[in-house]
Nanobody
């Protein structure tokens, strides 16, 4: 069992930056693939980024590539999402998730993850 808690969301102007954190508690954090997803009311949850258990492999949605960076610190049981050059369309609730196994294709899907946090709101004003 893994418990996940996101933090770092907030209100920022377009072009600004935020860093989201996801702290994990429970067993074997370092063995899990970690992902970030986001969701706008009335729309499906959307993949943002994922990172393999070791941090060696990452994959991003095309919409955030070059602007967002996912990283992890296994010693701190924490995964991060650094977001720069934010746009109003990045406004959403951001969720972190943990799952077993990594592939650049499979890890884009919410079904690859077993545990989810409660989410943190990111609002980008124009």
């Amino acid at each position: 069992q893994v418990q996940l808690e996101e933090s770092g969301g907030g209100l920022v102007q377009a072009g600004g930056s935020l860093r989201l954190s996801c702290a994990a508690s429970g067993r074997s954090f370092s063995s899990y693939t970690m992902g970030w997803f986001r969701q706008v009311p009335g729309k499906e949850r959307e993949f943002v980024a994922a990172i393999s258990w070791s941090g060696a492999y990452t994959v991003y949605a095309d919409s955030v590539k070059g602007r967002f960076t996912i990283s992890r610190d296994n010693a701190k049981n924490t995964v991060y999402l650094q977001m720069i050059t934010l746009k109003p369309e990045d406004t959403a609730v951001y969720y972190c998730a943990a799952g077993v196994g990594y592939s650049s294709s499979r890890s884009r899907f919410s079904t690859a993850y077993d545990y989810w946090g409660q989410g943190t709101q990111v609002t980008v004003s124009s």
